[in-house]
């Protein structure tokens, strides 16, 4: 059966409209009642079907008492639900959190993650995570919290059946963030990891030279509805590929790298061996506790 044709954009519409319905306490039925409506009508509004009109919007908006802000955003997304492509700036530094990351993540069947100098950002650590922020030369202190909750809301997505492959180059290892200690504690963070039944964590070796990924970090999604796409960030935008021949761009870098990556035994022992290494140099000791279930512990 072909996907149905979708866009980030109309996604995140339709989300954000179901959720002001339900914020609203009403079921699409009972909206369609008060507006009188067809439900249909409603679902397609909802589903990026269009067939209502900037006026009939504003109608549905005014229903559910949305929010002024809430409301002009809406109303910015609706005349653009179609279009291929979106490109969010965000002013000084990226927002605390992503809608449309975290709409399209939890909507996702498999994820492809590649990251040239750093470890992927669901598979890090608090630890990690807070010392990569803190690194940051645009985001608030005052935000760090707040940033690595949100980091988690993400990777608790991970728990969805989501098929993940992850490629991280082996500089991207090496580089310690959050000091020694921290350091073994994301290697070993990675070992757990890479034991999910539907997680892949394939390193690209420095041996290999230069490589097809070294234009920068991106995550590919595909969904069981919808076309794939591909999201990006820059310090202070983030890029959601939709055309097909971009797509194919970067699918072609994937297969590079997994030409040339270690596979999934091999990328375990380098990560083992990396990780002994560091505690026998300094006699650390084992910073993970053994009974520790919790793939990513709350703040």
């Not at 000084?92 to 449309?100: G, I, N």
Request: glycine fraction near 8%.
């Amino acid at each position: 059966m072909p996907k149905r044709y979708s866009t980030a954009r109309g996604r995140e519409f339709g989300e954000r409209l179901r959720a002001a319905i339900a914020r609203a306490g009403m079921t699409s039925r009972q909206l369609a009642d008060l507006l009188g409506w067809q439900e249909a009508k409603v679902s397609d509004m909802v589903n990026g079907k269009g067939g209502v009109t900037t006026l009939e919007l504003v109608l549905v908006l005014g229903a559910c008492r949305v929010p002024e802000h809430e409301r002009e955003y809406l109303l910015s997304l609706f005349p653009a639900t179609e279009l291929n492509g979106w490109w969010q700036p965000h002013g000084k530094c990226a927002p605390v959190r992503s809608h449309t990351a975290r709409t399209n993540l939890a909507a996702a069947k498999s994820l492809v993650s590649w990251h040239p100098h750093a470890i992927p950002d669901l598979l890090r650590t608090a630890d990690y995570a807070r010392g990569v922020l803190a690194a940051s030369a645009t985001v608030l202190a005052t935000e760090l919290d707040e940033r690595l909750r949100a980091l988690h809301e993400m990777q608790e997505l991970l728990r969805n059946g989501l098929d993940c492959t992850f490629y991280a180059h082996e500089f991207a290892l090496e580089l310690q963030v959050g000091g020694r200690e921290g350091h073994i504690a994301q290697l070993q963070h990675l070992m757990r990891m890479a034991n999910w039944k539907k997680i892949r964590i394939l390193i690209v070796p420095a041996a290999g030279g230069a490589h097809a990924g070294m234009a920068g970090p991106f995550t590919q999604l595909t969904f069981p509805k919808y076309q794939p796409l591909i999201w990006t960030m820059t310090e202070n935008s983030s890029l959601f590929v939709e055309e097909k021949h971009a797509v194919e761009g970067y699918e072609a870098v994937v297969q590079a790298l997994d030409e040339i990556s270690l596979n999934e035994d091999q990328s375990l022992k380098w990560i083992s061996r990396r990780c002994v290494r560091l505690q026998e140099s300094d006699g650390a000791e084992d910073v993970i506790r053994e009974d520790e279930d919790e793939p990513f512990p709350p703040l």
